[in-house]
């Protein structure tokens, strides 16, 4: 790595990132069904009809886990919780078994020193919840408070940060307009409704645990940077609309108490009844605000109904996600950011990483993470109160639609041995993350 501990402010926190439904094993342990669960048993949903009923087995190899992100001298663990595993119909009786598996988790996180970062919820939402509309369901919000304060009761006390959702574009835009993820939905009325009630989801989480009195409560979006194709004014206003969309429509929401005008354009017929109403809630103030950033995206017009836009391929080095690697967008983002919402908020990147085909040997990992932290760098230098970077991901893992192919992980994991191996981005990692070498 070119980059050390040493070359950051003092304060600075370098974690790591998971999700429940990727790695813990779904199986195990009376969690409940979720939409996710039933989205991969749909045939062509799920690259070799692969699900996350056993993962990476973390729900019994957690112990082993948490070894490795202290032994690469991580300070902080980002985990998710899984809202089926502690109530298997979303609502109604309590699963002890998965409360008392994030008692353990957090007790041992606290073990080894590494601070517990939790979001509470990382897209695999109770089967019974997604048969009474799911995100598109106002009462969600509410279902998803009670959730909160189920599991933060339990572990709240012991946790670094907290947030609620974990990108909400993903939640609603991608699942519910794209169709590539859980639910598996292509209508825009049920999208538009996911996009707002996310955000309300988020609002009364926060305000759930502000009763529980907890602080260091954030709000976590993932942003793609948006460019015009080409220098033609239909280019233009479709980049535009995509950074509304993507980026723009939940952190003005969050931080704004409003959404983009050229979203709105397309959205707003298919919004609730009385939307404005929720900007207080939706707008709850939190400690921090976390970005995840991986690519950017060329963007043009294109001829079909809104939001008539879509994406071209780029000319920069891709990942093995086929995604561009463009280090610049993400001081670009942190600046913005920092600039037009969230002025003197500590800023965190909660996630960055690359997928690689290289099971061991991953130089390109190593220089895509050189080549970010040379951009979080840049950004502080501008001013911008970043306080953490978190990495995605500890382990290669179940990739949504894409299943096991698809490898994040700093640890390689054989899909049949099990067996955790770290790779040279993590030894890397391991030799940069040695406490002040100066003395």
Request: charge should be negative.
């Amino acid at each position: 790595m070119k980059y050390k501990r040493a070359d950051f402010p003092p304060d600075f926190q370098f974690g790591v990132a998971t999700s429940a439904y990727q790695i813990e094993g779904h199986a195990n342990g009376g969690a409940g069904q979720t939409h996710w669960d039933s989205f991969a048993a749909t045939p062509g949903n799920v690259a070799n009809a692969e699900n996350g009923d056993l993962a990476c087995d973390h729900y019994n190899r957690f112990e082993q886990d948490l070894d490795l992100i202290r032994g690469a001298g991580f300070d902080c663990y980002r985990f998710s919780t899984s809202w089926a595993r502690v109530l298997p119909e979303g609502r109604g009786p309590i699963n002890q078994q998965g409360l008392d598996f994030y008692d353990r988790l957090t007790d041992a996180l606290l073990k080894r020193g590494i601070k517990p970062c939790a979001t509470l919820y990382h897209w695999e939402l109770p089967s019974p919840l997604a048969d009474l509309g799911g995100w598109r369901n106002r009462d969600i919000a509410n279902w998803f408070a009670d959730f909160t304060e189920i599991i933060m009761g339990r572990i709240g006390d012991r946790m670094f940060s907290v947030a609620p959702v974990n990108e909400p574009w993903c939640v609603s835009w991608l699942s519910h307009f794209e169709g590539q993820h859980a639910p598996g939905l292509r209508d825009i009325r049920a999208t538009a409704r996911a996009m707002h009630h996310v955000l309300l989801a988020h609002g009364r989480a926060i305000e759930t645990m502000r009763g529980l009195g907890m602080s260091n409560l954030g709000a976590v979006f993932n942003l793609e940077w948006a460019e015009p194709a080409d220098d033609s004014s239909e280019a233009q206003t479709a980049a535009a609309l995509y950074d509304g969309i993507y980026n723009r429509f939940f952190l003005g929401g969050a931080f704004k108490k409003s959404y983009p005008q050229n979203v709105l354009e397309g959205l707003e017929p298919h919004l609730p009844d009385k939307w404005q109403d929720d900007f207080d809630t939706i707008a709850a103030p939190v400690d921090w605000c976390g970005l995840n950033y991986y690519t950017r995206k060329l963007i043009t017009r294109a001829d079909t109904s809104w939001p008539s836009l879509t994406d071209v391929p780029g000319p920069l080095p891709k990942t093995q996600m086929g995604w561009e690697i463009d280090p610049a967008a993400l001081s670009r983002f942190l600046i913005r950011t920092a600039q037009e919402y969230t002025g003197d908020l500590p800023i965190y990147v909660t996630e960055n990483g690359m997928a690689s085909a290289e099971r061991q040997n991953d130089a390109d990992r190593i220089d895509y993470l050189n080549q970010h932290l040379a951009e979080v760098c840049n950004a502080l230098d501008h001013g911008v109160p970043i306080k953490g970077y978190f990495i995605w991901s500890l382990l290669d893992n179940y990739e949504w639609a894409l299943g096991y192919e698809k490898r994040f992980g700093l640890v390689d994991v054989d899909f049949e041995t099990l067996e955790r191996r770290p790779k040279d981005s993590y030894r890397a990692l391991q030799a940069a993350l040695v406490r002040d070498q100066s003395g």
